[in-house]
């Protein structure tokens, strides 16, 4: 039968669009599915704030009545202008082992992006480095966390096959921290040194809405701190709320660390969360009725911790304070139990925050890259 492709335009074909992937990774032990619900309001501009500084189009490619791959083609215009270019970003990208679906997929896509007057394109990332990024090129074989993708090994062999270059690399580390029978005492006295000459104190809060109500200094403070690091995209006021209700509203208290001055200034901080992807792959991408009966078990049981976001104002990277979050987060992780630690995704180049994983004993297990290309 002939391929098609079909440009997503209704409710039913964003859910078609998204559940595609529950199908097409049926029995793979190492996908994790996205809540459904919640990866349709992404692509949904009256729920998603993103749209306000960006245009997307999804492609569905049909064989026949059956989908056999999918993509989201977007033209951030928030990027666009911070970097000077006009590039096309892809997302969401998924097709079955058959090397003219994906080039099908491309095609329109890419198309689409020269029809806006894009130069070049690149992905997989979404509107901004809120969304998942990076295809994987390395740890087929590990569990993915529910803040990346999964793909199969044929996907990044098709798009060098067409053309597409590596324009950076993302890495991930597993890692077993330090157990209370082996303390890293020299950090510690390091980070109350370091504490104490610079006058930082942390800050805790005993119930999350407590942090909610300074996300908008969390949100800053990371924006600051991330501004020259590969593909950030500045966030509108709107985006900032969107996030803080999707991300802060499920954190533990106990796993959030702000660090302040003397001034009570906000010059870093650390969100973590236990890890969520055997709940996730319970719940198959449903929260209702009983997805959130093992999201809540693992947020009481699991073993690994998650981390997702740490910021140090640029003002204090020299200073140490870095050490000193890691220290405070490391007292936690200890007092708690946890057994493992996920890293999530960090740049390559970003020396300075794999640095800190040394206390850690980190693994390098993953790794996912952003292709490039000129169109």
Request: glycine share 6%.
């Given at each position: 039968?002939?391929?098609?492709?079909?440009?997503?335009?209704?409710?039913?074909?964003?859910?078609d669009?998204?559940?595609?992937?529950?199908?097409?990774?049926k029995?793979?032990?190492y996908?994790?599915p996205?809540?459904?619900a919640?990866?349709?309001a992404?692509?949904?501009?009256?729920?998603?704030?993103?749209?306000?500084?960006?245009?997307?189009?999804?492609f569905?490619a049909?064989?026949g009545?059956?989908?056999?791959g999918?993509?989201g083609?977007?033209?951030?215009h928030?990027?666009?202008?911070k970097?000077?270019?006009?590039?096309m970003?892809?997302?969401?990208?998924?097709?079955t082992?058959?090397?003219e679906?994906?080039?099908?997929?491309?095609?329109?896509?890419?198309e689409?992006?020269?029809?806006?007057?894009?130069t070049t394109?690149?992905?997989?990332?979404?509107?901004?480095?809120?969304?998942m990024q990076?295809?994987l090129?390395?740890g087929?074989?590990?569990?993915?966390?529910?803040?990346?993708?999964?793909?199969?090994?044929?996907?990044?062999?098709?798009?060098?096959?067409?053309?597409?270059?590596?324009?950076?690399?993302f890495?991930?580390?597993?890692?077993?921290?330090?157990?209370e029978?082996?303390?890293?005492e020299?950090l510690f006295?390091?980070?109350?040194?370091?504490?104490?000459?610079?006058?930082?104190?942390?800050?805790?809060?005993?119930?999350?809405?407590?942090?909610?109500?300074?996300?908008?200094e969390i949100?800053?403070l990371?924006?600051?701190?991330?501004?020259?690091?590969?593909g950030?995209?500045?966030?509108?006021p709107?985006?900032?709320k969107?996030?803080?209700?999707?991300?802060?509203?499920y954190l533990?208290?106990?796993?959030i660390?702000?660090a302040?001055?003397?001034?009570?200034?906000?010059v870093?901080?650390?969100?973590t969360m236990?890890?969520?992807?055997?709940?996730?792959?319970?719940?198959?991408?449903?929260?209702?009725?009983?997805g959130?009966?093992?999201?809540?078990?693992?947020?009481?049981?699991?073993e690994?911790l998650?981390?997702?976001?740490?910021?140090v104002?640029?003002?204090?990277?020299?200073?140490?304070?870095?050490?000193?979050?890691?220290?405070?987060?490391?007292?936690?992780?200890?007092?708690?139990?946890f057994?493992?630690t996920?890293?999530?995704q960090?740049?390559?180049?970003?020396?300075?925050?794999?640095?800190?994983?040394k206390?850690?004993?980190?693994?390098n297990?993953?790794?996912r890259?952003?292709f490039?290309?000129?169109?």
């Amino acid at each position: 039968m002939d391929l098609r492709i079909v440009n997503v335009k209704t409710k039913r074909q964003i859910r078609d669009f998204v559940e595609f992937q529950l199908e097409h990774y049926k029995g793979n032990p190492y996908y994790v599915p996205p809540i459904i619900a919640d990866e349709m309001a992404v692509f949904m501009p009256d729920k998603n704030p993103a749209f306000e500084t960006a245009e997307l189009q999804l492609f569905l490619a049909y064989r026949g009545d059956k989908i056999v791959g999918r993509i989201g083609a977007i033209v951030s215009h928030a990027a666009n202008e911070k970097y000077n270019y006009k590039n096309m970003r892809f997302s969401w990208i998924e097709f079955t082992e058959d090397y003219e679906v994906c080039k099908l997929l491309l095609d329109t896509a890419i198309e689409w992006g020269r029809q806006r007057g894009m130069t070049t394109v690149s992905g997989p990332h979404g509107f901004n480095d809120f969304d998942m990024q990076g295809m994987l090129v390395e740890g087929y074989d590990k569990m993915a966390t529910i803040a990346s993708f999964y793909n199969y090994s044929y996907y990044p062999e098709y798009l060098e096959r067409y053309g597409f270059e590596k324009e950076i690399d993302f890495i991930e580390y597993l890692s077993t921290p330090t157990g209370e029978t082996n303390k890293p005492e020299q950090l510690f006295k390091v980070s109350d040194y370091v504490r104490r000459k610079n006058n930082i104190h942390f800050v805790e809060y005993s119930r999350t809405k407590d942090y909610i109500m300074r996300a908008p200094e969390i949100f800053s403070l990371l924006e600051t701190s991330f501004d020259k690091n590969f593909g950030t995209v500045p966030l509108t006021p709107n985006q900032t709320k969107y996030y803080t209700k999707k991300y802060l509203l499920y954190l533990s208290p106990k796993l959030i660390k702000l660090a302040e001055n003397e001034k009570g200034e906000l010059v870093g901080f650390v969100i973590t969360m236990p890890n969520m992807s055997e709940a996730f792959r319970k719940a198959n991408g449903h929260m209702f009725p009983t997805g959130i009966f093992h999201v809540l078990k693992a947020m009481r049981s699991t073993e690994c911790l998650d981390f997702y976001f740490l910021g140090v104002h640029p003002d204090y990277r020299k200073k140490g304070v870095d050490a000193v979050i890691v220290s405070e987060l490391l007292k936690t992780v200890m007092e708690m139990g946890f057994k493992k630690t996920e890293s999530n995704q960090l740049l390559e180049n970003n020396t300075m925050v794999q640095a800190m994983w040394k206390f850690y004993s980190p693994v390098n297990h993953k790794r996912r890259r952003i292709f490039k290309k000129t169109i």
